[in-house]
């Protein structure tokens, strides 16, 4: 391990890719957390793999939960993860970080870092002083099933997208203007419209060393406090999780459980201990930012108007009433577009006492829910998959504005955590599809 490595809370994998003989285009699928409202998309994607290797067979699209069979679905996951051992389908890369340029609709170069993250370090309760966060709150009742699967599992393949705010550009940029130094893993296409991706072996030392030596640097505390402007009780925050919270939430629970049985020599060496991730930095040009909308499913849609409106009416000091168009937002009014059928409009909401827009309208719809145990809801990554679901008058969804990027690390920070499904990062087909295995038994 490089000298210091563990005190920034990381180490160099040594990552399993598919062998030459497989086709990477049916083995790459996206999170298994998109899409959750569209069972077509993974109809359409069971259909293009069919038997091919694929990690399609190695994740629970979370599509299919509670649809039954779960116990049957998970078994056959987890034996589909020791057959491609046993078959060589994966195989063993040199040890070293992985730089992985991913083109995506909007942009030529979305640029990461493959490696290992200390499940030491990371904590996902809200207010912890962790060197790895949550950027919102963990919703435990997905945990369940993914703790089932990793449980049992002998690999992982990760979704998880870790941030680091370096506006300097010094931990990832510079591999990548480098990029054709390293050797070339992989090359290909991503199914249904997921752009195209390359992936490079970070393998010498000299680099690694860099590497650990910039992040060491925006861990430095005094540096850390004073970009920020905090106190000396401040804690470092290295990594925000902003994808794949609730993977890595899963590994966390499912090594706080293994710990408990293994020997102190294992506990320090013990594969379970990290998770695999991709390290991005938020000031990457091609990081977008994009709103997770909300629907509501089963709603009488002119009770649920009124509602909302006299839950906010009847806050002391707040003011909500729906407008046929969208008012400019200033520092106490949020304007929260709504769409069911031939319905839309906007609510604008006066003194709802959160800084977010997001942050007020989760607050009624939690309540909301709890108190009408028939509606469910869902979160959707992009406008023209909420609208198709809101067709009908008994849908209705509501379309929310990007967060700016500069908010997210000092919000974490000083706050805690965002409200659940604050932001995405990229559309549904932009989010991080897996390709990258880890032996973690």
């Known amino acids: 391990m490089i000298h210091g490595m563990k005190n920034i809370g990381i180490a160099v994998p040594e990552v399993l890719l598919p062998n030459p003989e497989v086709d990477l285009e049916k083995w790459a699928v996206v999170a298994c957390d998109q899409y959750t409202s569209e069972p077509e998309y993974w109809a359409e994607v069971e259909k293009f793999t069919g038997d091919s290797p694929s990690t399609l067979h190695m994740i629970f699209p979370e599509v299919y939960l509670g649809k039954g069979n779960e116990q049957e679905r998970i078994n056959k996951i987890n034996n589909t993860m020791k057959e491609y051992l046993e078959r060589n389908v994966l195989v063993p890369q040199k040890r070293g970080f992985v730089y992985v340029d991913r083109e995506i609709s909007h942009s030529k170069?979305?640029?990461?870092?493959?490696?290992?993250?200390?499940?030491?370090?990371?904590?996902?309760?809200?207010g912890s002083g962790t060197l790895v966060r949550a950027t919102e709150g963990t919703i435990l009742d997905r945990l369940p099933p993914r703790v089932k699967i990793r449980e049992n599992a002998v690999?992982?393949?990760?979704?998880?997208?870790?941030?680091?705010?370096?506006?300097?550009?010094?931990?990832?940029?510079?591999?990548?203007?480098?990029?054709?130094?390293?050797?070339?893993?992989?090359?290909?296409?991503?199914?249904?419209?997921?752009?195209?991706?390359?992936?490079?072996?970070?393998?010498?030392?000299?680099?690694?060393?860099?590497?650990?030596?910039?992040?060491?640097?925006?861990?430095?505390?005094?540096?850390?406090?004073?970009?920020?402007?905090?106190?000396?009780?401040?804690?470092?925050?290295?990594?925000?999780?902003?994808?794949?919270?609730?993977?890595?939430?899963?590994?966390?629970?499912?090594?706080?459980?293994?710990?408990?049985?293994?020997?102190?020599?294992?506990?320090?060496?013990?594969?379970?201990?990290?998770?695999?991730?991709?390290?991005?930095?938020?000031?990457?040009?091609?990081?977008?930012?994009?709103?997770?909308?909300?629907?509501?499913?089963?709603?009488?849609?002119?009770?649920?108007?009124?509602?909302?409106?006299?839950?906010?009416?009847?806050?002391?000091?707040?003011?909500?009433?729906?407008?046929?168009?969208?008012?400019?937002?200033?520092e106490n009014i949020h304007s929260i577009e709504f769409i069911s059928g031939k319905k839309c409009g906007f609510f604008e909401i006066e003194n709802s006492g959160f800084n977010l827009e997001v942050a007020a309208l989760q607050d009624f719809l939690d309540k909301y829910l709890k108190d009408n145990p028939g509606i469910t809801i869902d979160y959707i990554h992009g406008a023209e998959s909420l609208k198709k679901l809101c067709r009908g008058d008994n849908n209705i969804g509501f379309l929310l504005q990007p967060m700016k990027k500069s908010d997210l690390f000092k919000t974490v920070i000083l706050d805690g955590s965002l409200p659940k499904k604050t932001f995405s990062m990229g559309e549904a087909e932009e989010k991080r599809y897996y390709l990258e295995c880890r032996k973690i038994r």
Not at 111 to 119: A, E, P, R
């Open 109 to 126: 170069s979305r640029k990461g870092l493959i490696m290992l993250i200390d499940l030491e370090h990371y904590d996902y309760n809200r």
């Open 155 to 330: 690999i992982e393949s990760p979704h998880i997208m870790l941030l680091i705010d370096d506006p300097e550009m010094t931990v990832i940029e510079p591999i990548a203007a480098q990029a054709d130094k390293f050797e070339k893993l992989y090359d290909f296409d991503l199914m249904k419209n997921g752009g195209h991706i390359r992936g490079y072996l970070v393998s010498d030392d000299k680099y690694i060393e860099s590497i650990c030596k910039a992040l060491a640097k925006l861990a430095d505390k005094k540096t850390f406090q004073d970009k920020y402007g905090l106190g000396n009780d401040s804690k470092v925050l290295l990594f925000a999780a902003g994808d794949g919270n609730h993977s890595l939430a899963t590994a966390k629970v499912c090594w706080e459980n293994l710990k408990k049985s293994i020997s102190e020599s294992e506990y320090e060496t013990h594969p379970a201990r990290y998770a695999l991730v991709e390290v991005v930095n938020i000031h990457d040009e091609g990081l977008i930012f994009e709103p997770i909308h909300r629907v509501l499913f089963n709603v009488s849609t002119d009770k649920f108007l009124c509602d909302i409106v006299d839950y906010f009416n009847n806050k002391p000091s707040s003011k909500c009433c729906i407008t046929d168009s969208r008012k400019a937002a200033g």
